[in-house]
């Protein structure tokens, strides 16, 4: 018998005048701010210069979108090419529908790139980043609540999550646009609730463990994404919604599984330690002053 389920938001959507307010951006903008103000901190303690965390963040954010939706494209391609199909919904970012792994693969790369033209390692500044990036998508994962998205099989557990029925001002089923009517149309497992829990408990782990054990040369970045992927594996066995399958499994659960394996191999053999503060930020090598200074700051 369920006793209390978790009710899904009336609608996702809020106009003010022609302009559209979507929840789920507004939660993914509020998880980079969280992320920026958290990796500041983290990055200027540990020696680095508070530009090269602005300088990331502007080549990291469109990447992350861009590798993003490029990501979900390829493993829904379904959804945008073939009969029937409009392609240019590939490009429609607005629609929802944006992958982690492509967002953090594409964003790493960039930032890689950008630090290795300044000549900064990036290593420190991924694991300083680490924490506050698993927050971030934490909180981005508040979206897919508004969005009646990411959900699992029905259940009867009294957390189950009840989605509505929506409708557009046609009355046309609108899922994520629409409003609701007030009809339940399933109880399901709220995965996206157990994902946002299980990054916000990682977050806390990485910040944890760095200090503990000392971890340094891209390690706290390492251990994110082998906790990040360990969880992930466990969220998709649990999910119902619509996906590509590969072997009978969906294609998240396959890369979850890959990435980890990968991840902890390289967490594995990084070497132990932290940097140095002029390991952190070569510009500080033979000034004092200015490694004081930062000191101070940080």
Not at 66 to 71: E, K, L, S, T, V
Not at 84 to 101: D, S
Request: include cysteine; aromatic fraction near 14%; proline fraction near 6%.
């Amino acid at each position: 018998m369920i006793l209390a389920n978790i009710p899904s938001p009336p609608q996702g959507v809020w106009y003010l005048g022609p302009i559209p307010l979507r929840a789920y951006a507004l939660c993914i903008i509020t998880g980079i701010v969280v992320a920026l103000w958290l990796t500041l901190k983290r990055y200027t303690a540990r020696g680095g210069h508070a530009d090269d965390v602005w300088d990331a963040a502007i080549v990291a954010i469109p990447a992350g979108l861009i590798g993003g939706r490029a990501y979900h494209v390829l493993t829904d391609y379904q959804k945008y090419f073939g009969e029937g199909r409009n392609p240019w919904q590939a490009l429609n970012f607005t629609a929802g529908g944006l992958g982690i792994w492509g967002a953090i693969a594409l964003g790493t790369l960039c930032v890689w790139l950008l630090f290795k033209y300044k000549g900064v390692p990036l290593a420190p500044f991924a694991d300083a980043a680490a924490p506050g990036v698993i927050l971030a998508q934490g909180i981005g994962r508040a979206g897919n609540w508004f969005n009646q998205e990411l959900y699992g099989r029905p259940t009867d557990v009294p957390w189950a999550l009840d989605i509505y029925y929506r409708v557009d001002e046609a009355g046309r089923y609108a899922p994520v646009t629409g409003h609701s009517t007030g009809e339940v149309i399933a109880s399901v497992h709220p995965t996206f609730l157990y994902e946002m829990l299980w990054n916000v408990a990682v977050c806390f782990f990485l910040i944890w463990a760095q200090r503990r054990f000392r971890l340094g040369y891209g390690r706290v970045f390492a251990l994110y994404v082998v906790s990040y992927t360990l969880g992930r594996f466990w969220v998709e066995l649990m999910r119902d919604d619509a996906a590509t399958m590969i072997l009978g499994q969906r294609v998240n659960t396959w890369v979850s599984l890959g990435v980890f394996l990968v991840a902890l191999v390289v967490f594995l053999r990084l070497p132990r330690g932290q940097e140095t503060p002029e390991e952190v930020n070569p510009r500080l090598r033979g000034d004092d002053e200015s490694l004081a200074g930062s000191v101070r700051h940080g």
